[in-house]
């Protein structure tokens, strides 16, 4: 809270205190969406530069939760090539590959095969520069492997875990998720409006998720229940 709000009378001052933490909860249970892990057909694994969302992935595979996971990724479109991202400043053995990868899917591939995935069970794409072709592509890899995919299992960044259901719940209309998230940049539900750079990347993510929207609205309206990469009209920014 700052410094002009707090000074307020105590009146005033519960009042904004109030509309604030009504602001503050709205955006934190609309964009930190998770859900228990069920079983599933598939995990899908959004394309990435941070090992998190493979180890997550990974560990649900193991436990049975899952017989496929579908990472995705070639690389960000605004980078023009992969660059590692690590949350904790530190490499492992299994981020150790990262100099020699040149796609997302092969970074993140290679990180469940060194968890314990067996090869076989790790669908390829890597096509995809940003969020939404991480949906489309995962989507025509799926029709191509003819896998029907009832349930599925989401595995992402906290923070992004809204955009991500929205976009892979646009592809598959039919499919119920569950969004098993893992925290990078040391990003959580309950710390993210504490510091600048936090909110910066949680409320970038509001802004996305309506100006972004405005595509899929158009695709319903075209009546169009899922769009293929051939339909892709008007890009979206960042990510």
Same mark, same amino acid.
């Given at each position: 809270? @700052? !410094? ?10 519960? $009042? ?35 090992? $998190? ?20 990724? =070639?690389?960000?479109? #605004? ?6 991202? #690590? ?17 997302? *899917? $092969? ?6 095969? /060194? =968890? ?8 390829? $794409?890597?096509?995809? &520069?940003? &969020? *939404? ?10 029709? @191509?492997?003819?896998?029907?995919? %009832? ?7 906290? *923070? ?10 646009? %592809? ?17 539900? !309950? ?6 750079? =936090?909110? !910066? ?6 802004? /996305? ?15 169009? @229940? ?5 339909? *892709? ?7």
């Amino acid at each position: 809270m @700052s !410094d002009s709000l707090m000074s307020r009378d105590p009146v005033q001052n519960q $009042e904004a205190s109030g509309a604030f933490r009504m602001y503050l909860d709205g955006i934190t249970s609309f964009i930190f969406q998770e859900d228990q892990p069920e079983k599933a057909d598939i995990i899908f694994v959004p394309g990435g530069n941070y090992p $998190e969302a493979a180890e997550r992935a990974a560990q649900l595979y193991l436990e049975g939760y899952a017989p496929l996971i579908c990472p995705s990724g =070639k690389y960000s479109r #605004l980078k023009g090539h992969f660059e590692l991202t #690590l949350s904790s400043g530190e490499r492992s053995e299994e981020t150790a590959c990262a100099p020699d990868c040149q796609t997302e *899917w $092969e970074f993140l591939s290679t990180i469940l095969i /060194r =968890k314990g995935v067996p090869g076989e069970a790790i669908l390829e $794409e890597r096509q995809a &520069t940003f &969020t *939404w072709e991480n949906a489309i592509f995962s989507r025509k890899v799926c029709e @191509s492997r003819h896998i029907k995919v %009832q349930r599925a299992i989401l595995c992402c960044q906290n *923070w992004h875990a809204r955009r991500c259901l929205m976009y892979y719940g646009q %592809q598959f209309p039919e499919t119920q998720f569950f969004v098993c998230p893992v925290s990078t940049r040391g990003i959580t539900r !309950d710390n993210w409006y504490l510091d600048p750079e =936090k909110a !910066d990347v949680v409320l970038s993510e509001v802004e /996305r998720c309506g100006a972004q929207f405005h595509e899929i609205v158009r695709h319903y309206r075209e009546g169009k @229940s899922y769009c293929r990469p051939d339909d *892709w009209k008007s890009p979206f920014g960042r990510g």
